[in-house]
DNA sequence: CCTCATTGTTGAACGCGTTCAGATTTCTCT
DNA sequence: AGAGAAATCTGAACGCGTTCAACAATGAGG
């Protein structure tokens, strides 16, 4: 019967001054966040992160999140609605660090299939690095109801930029022709091609993974020889059937909500 | 504090008499289950399809299945680990679903081609009937932790059974000519590809599903042109590839455990 | 008829994710 | 400064899947 009571020093004596400098309603009426909330907020996703790869996801229990981060449950989900949110953040991390380890094959690789498979190996070996706990959030990531599916809308930003590291294989690849209808959704047609791989990750149970490095050198050179054979005729009607498809099913995603599930509904409510 | 109490009626005056001449320990000492004790499994399985196709999974509780079933609780968790193996139940009524629609085809349909698409098109009928509740069964099914994986040791003779559905399709095909080499493993490269329609379905959130029936009136001629063009020697190269893969890569699971979860680990001592 | 091991059954209890009514802090405007 | 609104925060409580120690029914052997 003391709600609130003693709480712990935000901004220490020793804290960070930054633009602590008036009460900096600076632009127009700033609809983003404040910087107190904002805080709070990051304070909660680190310490969500590090018990995650301390203690695995399921073991990591919102009472501990909680604990750990001096904070009361309630106000973690007053940031997150629930526990898988907390894993979007590890995402975006998950998606910088396979954007910085593409980064050297993507400058210095000129030719398709070497830059393909740089990017694709630097997926795959970004992901190992904490396998047995990336696990379970890419399961998650399989899962259509989650919110953490890869065609969900809150994944958008995400998705865009993994779309775009083979935008930057397919621009960059010297000496590549393809058709022109190919062209433009090659890229997309790439990112799908890593999420099989991914796919095949989650199941791969093999030591070290050694399955999905298997996957990944023998269908390299599979794609590579797929795709160059589009210039030639035999394929072509093959290929224009596969492009129509994608054009026609466009997002799978979107359409129609089909039945809810109790979480969704009110998630829905924060849009 | 009166466990056992007043008991439910087991058999009841009116039971059907079948084999309950003697206590049946005829052939040697049957490991077998009891018949009593099956004919309780029995009632909580049927109790619980039944209220999941009412309300759903996730709003069916376990305590709602054990009261309708006039059971206790830990009785449902003395024949069933977890509500989970609950569904693989439902697992094989939709296999025998899918395998008694496809039949009417496999026995009229003489062309590859028509064979794969009555097939694959009853796998779909059979879902949709009951889309949004079944969806969440094929759900845990893209689970790789989830002992419902079509790859787990557990769904094994449900596999075996759907990839029989697709040796039918190849071997009862009129005029069909393929590889020696790739004779063998068609059948479950079109099982794969099943799956790859099923994991789309469960993704789709079109109305009636449209965009998947759309994928499989689009993509069963496309797969009957590349089959048809394995007979030349432009693809015969992509093709071994992709066999040599097949077979190198062998099961996805079972080789190395991995990180398990609190869950397997448990379920791990009931084999 | 009486053990007694096996099988079947019970319901309270545990820990979890999540919710909620209300308290407190911060911001805004006068 | 002060009042009111909005943002932030609290922890008890709820319902869930699951576990467990204990108890009852069963049936084989004496």
Known sequence: MRPGGVRRLRTPATAVPGPTVSTVTA?????????????????????????????????????????????????????????????????????????????????????FQARLHGVLLARVDTMQDEKGFAVDFFRFAADPQSPLSPFSKESATAREMSIGLYEEVVHGAKGLKVPAELQESLPELLWLYQMGVVLFWIHDTSP?????????????????????????????????DLLDLLRELGPIQGSAPGRLTDRERRSARSE
């Open 208 to 240: 070290a993974s050694a399955k999905t490095y298997a996957l990944v050198e023998r269908t390299v050179p599979l794609v590579g020889k797929l795709v160059h054979l589009t210039r030639y005729r035999l394929l072509r009607g093959v290929l224009s």
């Open 27 to 111: 632009s127009r009426r700033d609809p983003g966040p404040s910087p107190r909330g904002e805080q709070t907020r990051e304070l909660i996703v680190a310490t969500a992160l590090r018990l995650f790869r301390e203690r695995g996801y399921e073991a990591t229990t919102m009472r501990a999140i909680a604990a750990e981060a001096q904070v009361s449950v309630g106000n973690a989900y007053y940031y997150f609605p629930s526990k898988q949110h907390l894993v979007q953040a590890y995402y975006g991390q998950s998606q910088g660090a396979h954007a910085a380890a593409a980064r050297p094959c993507l400058e210095t690789e000129s030719a």
